[in-house]
Nanobody, 124 residues
Framework: QVLLVESGGVLVQAGDSLRLSCAAS????????MGWFRQAPGKEREFVAA????????HYTDSVKGRFTISRDNAKNMVYLQMNSLKPEDTAVYYC?????????????????WGQGTQVTVSS
C-alpha cells in the first residue's frame, strides 16, 4: 500500500509560480507511475500530468503544457508539480495519485492510490 500526502497549495496571484509536493510512503515508490489531478468546485476530477516510474516519460493535459512540469525523486519518495504562469482557471484541489500500470494514463479510475489533496487558488 502507498500513502500519499500533498503539500504546497496556497493562494497566489495570476502569473505567479508554485510548486506542489507529494510525499509517498513505502519502499516500492519507484514501482508506480505517478499522476497529478485537479478538481474545481462543481467539476469532475481532471488529469493534469503523469510521470513514468523512472521519470523518463511524462504526459500533460493540453491546458498546462509549457506551464507545468512534473518530476519525481525516487530516492526521496517524492513527486512534484512545478506550476508557472498560473491562471485563475487553475484554481482547484490538486491530488497526486499512484498507478501500478506500465503505460501512463490520464484515467482516474486506473490509479490505485490517492492523496487527500491540496488547495490551489489563483486570484485574478
Amino acid at each position: 500500500q502507498v500513502l500519499l500526502v500533498e503539500s504546497g497549495g496556497v493562494l497566489v496571484q495570476a502569473g505567479d509560480s508554485l510548486r506542489l509536493s507529494c510525499a509517498a510512503s513505502g519502499r516500492t515508490f519507484s514501482s508506480y507511475a505517478m499522476g497529478w489531478f485537479r478538481q474545481a468546485p462543481g467539476k469532475e476530477r481532471e488529469f493534469v500530468a503523469a510521470i513514468s516510474r523512472r521519470g523518463s516519460s511524462t504526459h500533460y493535459t493540453d491546458s498546462v503544457k509549457g506551464r507545468f512540469t512534473i518530476s519525481r525523486d525516487n530516492a526521496k519518495n517524492m513527486v512534484y508539480l512545478q506550476m508557472n504562469s498560473l491562471k485563475p482557471e487553475d484554481t482547484a484541489v490538486y491530488y497526486c495519485a499512484a498507478d501500478r500500470g506500465v503505460v501512463l494514463t490520464a484515467t482516474p479510475a486506473l490509479y490505485d492510490y490517492w492523496g487527500q489533496g491540496t488547495q490551489v487558488t489563483v486570484s485574478s
